[in-house]
């Protein structure tokens, strides 16, 4: 046996390699009739404008009366235009690669319109997100065409219209439209569940710009309004229709509001995601497409006034806060809405009125980003109307955006996963697919299960849930030359012609194989530029199994458990083949357990080691290969192996197809098992979509109610994760992440600790103070001010010799100071409490400071400030250095300091340790400090909780937040002076789970000044 270390805090067994038995050669499948393409729909997809690529296009757009050349967007930031579209060639029309932020899937350069005088007055409209001191906004703004140079526009010649602050998850919405008005419109999604104004934002109209359509007069024509003023709003910029439906509005759900707060620039309301909006020309109506949460996507008419009703509601049903739903409200339904069966994510399309496909003459297309489906939708009038009223034409997953072609009428697609254009044309006449598993000739006996010669029965390490199903594996290629492209973390490179076949059987009773019915064969054949599945299901009689309709099937089975009195019904769902294209993601690597780490094992059968006989019988890219030195799950009955790798193996084979860099999945965590757990976003990782608990986290060490990892796989219906073809509860995964969750338990103190604030220091009252409270008994504190310490992690001009100031709270006596760390009493004892805090390490003979000091119950400030005159940014920090019986703890810290712009915000940190989560009161006082005398405050500041690089939550007016009745209550509780009422001091109430979290304070448009920044422990 052979020990190695897996770089997940443990170690695996790994079991030396002998000769196999039998040696494993390579033999062509051709027998298997499946065609080499994807079924053939009504429509299929082709590139429309050659092979050029467009990284990530968003859209694709005709300027008004221009049939010659067509504009695409790229979300990166640019913008390209084809000018010959029978011999394509690609230019930049204009690039702000440089100004647009695209960290996100919903991120980025998004919608583009021309104004419909652009051929005389060159202008158009663009909507894309951006950072700014660390903050993300999204953006509406105007451009020109370049002055002297008319083909391409000019970055230069923007004018923003709104410029909104937004959280970092996404939820843009993101569509530009003018209408036959003359006014624009603009989507706009509901912003980030962790970012507290939009939150606070879903059902007003006297709030900010979330979760709504507006109309807007661009062009300013008289009659029209100008807006209420709000800081997302450039002056001067544009006007409101003077008959835009909430101007002069006092009432809204059936509460009183200001006129003057009224955001008149609404048309309609109470959208999540409105993600793609068009106008029917002949009609007039708008429609649009809303991408739903955990239950339903749907298709809306958008209508003035109208109130579609997120987050009371999704779809037409329940949403995550129904129960505070104001009575005698009344929702708009949406016209057609469908569940995550069908997919995940729709996409807004058009309704076709071009020549070239009369079939479609007035249907509403759209599609499904993950799914992959493309439905055209006729409208009856019946409301709502039924699924007969949808059909699906096309297949192709990434799909982001439509638009018809002028002159021909084709139908143009922005494909994101391909990076091209897309037009819809009508399917050839294909091979029909064969109608029985028999017909398929994967088997040379069927009764028998024999297969094929060709295929090589295969076992991954850990096996994906399946309801409790037994599986058998194969994969085959149809000739003696193509191979697989190995890698030892990422996805393997799949040859075109590579099929993948697997059959379930399923125990009747429980624990019983005689018991054991065959239910299903499936299919996944490695096409040209994807995959696609097939599924067969088997009679009754066991004798055949006859091909799956494409939308799927299902079947209950009657199940007796060991020990349990009578029977129950399981129901088991035959996955359609857009439901395939869902689990086989691209970032999944296609062929989900086709990987290194999945392979890295011995044959079923025991004849050997199924990497070496590959490599070996020439279906990899390599001829030979070391598995010790190459990574392999754990499985998860392998209790000898730690609880963390078996832990993080059961998630890469369940969860990594879809939450990984690039997947499909919501939310920032990694599944993989190559990705550090420190790294990636699972122990305390903040959720991009809470369900109203703000202590729920991806994993919280030692709290299984609080863990969403455990929570999805717990429940049926809606939520369930894995979120396709499973009804069944997988009793062993939940039972190993119970396990790991409880084994990540902290010590039992619980307590705020390791305070710290990171800003600019400089002289009086613009010094870098941190003040801190001891309660209970006395304390040993760790307090350390860092200049020289902060280059070697690129922050620049900081301060080069920090001095220590440590005094009581109101005094001006000293009960420690320091210049040089090493000029201490006792050094090793410092050394020591650096790592034991966990802070990072001071270098020899530099200038920062740090003292090591048992301090009394009381209120302290700790200063940093510069000798002789120096001015920089510091590091401000306080540890609990404790850990003694009876000691007391620390609470109520604070942190006064200059806010500047870019590296010069304001950041404090802190933690909370142990096993419990913690109320905590955060509170800027920018305005509110001149009543003390503080001059130079900062007259708008904003507030953001950061967990890792996951803003948790975020305040830019304290009584604009959601719990303002508590959040006054907390001031009491705490002793914390109060703020006066509508100012724009900030504070958040906030129960935080045991972790790392910082807070930045940044001034409103840039602007600088002096806040003081508290954190109170709230009893």
Not at 157 to 183: C, K, M, N, R
Not at 594 to 618: C, I, K, M
Not at 872 to 894: C, I, T
Request: include cysteine.
């Amino acid at each position: 046996m052979v020990l190695r270390t897996l770089g997940l805090g443990g170690w695996v067994l790994w079991a030396s390699v002998s000769a196999a038995s039998a040696q494993l050669v390579r033999v062509p499948l051709t027998s298997l009739t499946l065609p080499a393409e994807a079924p053939a729909y009504s429509y299929t997809v082709v590139p429309a404008l050659g092979d050029i690529a467009f990284p990530e296009p968003t859209q694709v757009v005709f300027a008004p009366g221009e049939t010659d050349r067509v504009f695409v967007v790229e979300r990166e930031g640019r913008i390209s235009v084809v000018r010959n579209l029978a011999a394509p060639t690609r230019e930049v029309f204009l690039d702000l690669a440089g100004r647009v932020g695209n960290g996100g899937p919903d991120h980025g350069l998004l919608a583009m319109a021309f104004h419909p005088r652009f051929a005389s007055n060159g202008t158009f409209f663009l909507w894309y997100s951006m950072v700014q001191d660390g903050m993300r906004y999204n953006r509406l703004a105007r451009f020109s065409l370049n002055a002297t140079q008319p083909a391409v526009a000019d970055p230069l010649s923007e004018t923003p219209l709104l410029t909104q602050q937004t959280g970092p998850g996404g939820h843009d919405g993101g569509a530009l439209a003018f209408g036959s008005d003359g006014y624009l419109y603009l989507s706009l999604g509901d912003g980030d569940s962790g970012y507290a104004p939009a939150v606070a934002s879903h059902q007003r109209i006297d709030a900010d710009f979330f979760g709504a359509i507006l109309r807007l007069d661009v062009d300013q024509g008289p009659g029209s309004l100008p807006p209420n003023p709000h800081r997302s709003v450039h002056p001067g910029t544009y006007r409101v229709p003077a008959d835009n439906p909430f101007v002069g509005a006092t009432t809204f759900n059936g509460a009183a509001i200001a006129p003057t707060a009224v955001r008149t620039e609404f048309w309609a309301v109470g959208l999540r995601n409105p993600f793609r909006l068009a106008f029917d020309e002949p009609t007039g109506r708008l429609w649009c497409a809303d991408v739903g949460l955990d239950l339903r996507e749907e298709i809306n008419l958008i209508t003035r006034g109208a109130n579609y009703g997120w987050d009371f509601r999704e779809g037409a049903g329940a949403g995550p806060r129904v129960n505070q739903q104001p009575a005698g409200v009344v929702f708009t339904d949406p016209i057609f809405d469908y569940d995550h069966s069908l997919g995940l994510s729709i996409t807004g399309g058009l309704v076709y009125r071009g020549a070239r496909f009369p079939e479609l003459q007035g249907r509403y297309l759209y599609a499904d980003f993950v799914s992959g489906r493309i439905w055209a939708l006729a409208d009856s009038g019946q409301r709502p109307l039924p699924a007969a009223q949808t059909r699906q034409i096309a297949l192709e997953t990434g799909i982001v955006g439509f638009t018809t072609q002028p002159g021909t009428g084709d139908i143009l697609l922005a494909d994101l996963d391909s990076s091209r254009i897309k037009r819809l044309v009508a399917a050839p006449a294909g091979p029909a697919l064969p109608p029985t598993l028999t017909a398929t000739g994967a088997f040379t006996s069927v009764a028998g299960l024999t297969p094929a010669p060709g295929w090589v029965a295969y076992e991954p390490n850990v096996s994906f849930w399946s309801d409790h199903a037994r599986k058998r594996r194969w994969f085959a290629l149809p000739d003696a030359t193509s191979r697989f492209g190995l890698s030892p973390d990422a996805a393997w490179t799949l040859p075109t012609g590579a099929v993948w076949m697997k059959h379930f059987d399923l125990e009747l009773t429980r624990g019983e194989p005689a018991t054991a019915q065959r239910i299903e064969t499936r299919f996944l054949v490695k096409t040209a530029d994807g995959v696609y599945g097939l599924s067969y299901r088997w009679n009754e009689a066991q004798t055949e199994a006859n091909l799956v309709a494409e939308d799927g099937d299902e079947r209950v089975l009657t199940i007796q458990e060991p020990g349990q009195p009578g029977s129950r019904p399981q129901r088991w769902r035959f996955p359609g083949r857009g439901e395939c294209l869902q689990c086989h993601t691209t970032a999944g690597g296609g062929a989900l357990s086709f990987n290194t780490r999945q392979l890295n094992r011995a044959f079923p059968d025991g004849t050997g080691h199924q990497l070496t006989a590959l490599a070996s019988a020439g279906y990899l890219s390599v001829s030979s290969v070391s598995p010790a030195t190459l990574p392999s799950l754990v499985p998860s009955n392998d209790v000898f192996s730690p609880i963390e790798a078996r832990a993080r193996s059961y998630l890469d084979a369940n969860c990594s197809q879809c939450h990984q860099p690039g997947g499909l999945g919501r939310g920032n965590w990694d599944a993989r098992y190559s990705t550090l757990l420190s790294a990636a976003g699972i122990v305390n990782g903040p959720l991009v979509e809470g369900r109203g608990d703000p202590a729920e986290r991806v994993l919280v060490p030692g709290h299984p109610e609080w863990s969403a990892l455990l929570s999805r796989i717990s429940v049926s219906g809606a939520l369930r994760m894995p979120p396709l073809a499973s009804s069944e509860l997988d009793p062993a995964g939940r039972s190993l992440l119970s396990q790991w969750i409880a084994s990540l338990a902290p010590g039992p103190a619980d307590r705020l600790a390791n305070l710290a604030a990171r800003a600019d220091a400089r002289a009086g009252s613009e010094a870098l103070i941190t003040g801190f409270s001891v309660r209970g008994a006395p304390k040993r504190v760790l307090i350390r001010a860092v200049g020289p310490g902060l280059a070697a992690y690129g922050v620049s001009g900081v301060l080069p010799r920090p001095r220590l100031l440590v005094r009581p709270l109101g005094s001006e006596s000293l009960v420690a100071s320091n210049q040089r760390w090493e000029d201490t009493v006792d050094r090793a004892a410092l050394i020591a409490a650096f790592g034991a805090t966990g802070a990072f390490p001071l270098a020899a003979g530099s200038a920062d400071s740090a003292v090591l000091v048992t301090l009394p119950p009381g209120g302290y400030t700790a200063e940093a400030t510069g000798v002789e005159g120096d001015t920089g940014v510091a590091l401000v920090e306080v540890y609990d250095a404790g850990g003694a019986a009876g000691e007391g703890r620390l609470s109520n810290a604070s942190v006064r300091a200059v806010v500047g712009v870019e590296d010069r915000l304001l950041i404090p940190g802190l933690v909370i340790a142990g096993a419990a989560p913690r109320t905590v009161l955060v509170r800027v006082a920018g305005p509110a400090l001149a009543a003390f005398g503080v001059s130079g405050t900062l007259g708008e500041p904003m507030l953001t909780l950061f967990s890792g690089s996951q803003a948790v939550a975020s305040n830019s007016g304290w009584t604009q937040g959601a719990n303002v009745a508590a959040v006054r209550a907390a001031f009491s509780s705490t002793g914390a002076f109060a703020f006066p009422e509508g100012s724009r001091d900030c504070a958040l109430l906030v129960h935080l789970a045991p972790g790392s979290y910082t807070l930045q304070v940044s001034g409103a448009n840039r602007s600088t000044g002096v806040v003081l920044v508290e954190v109170y422990d709230v009893p």
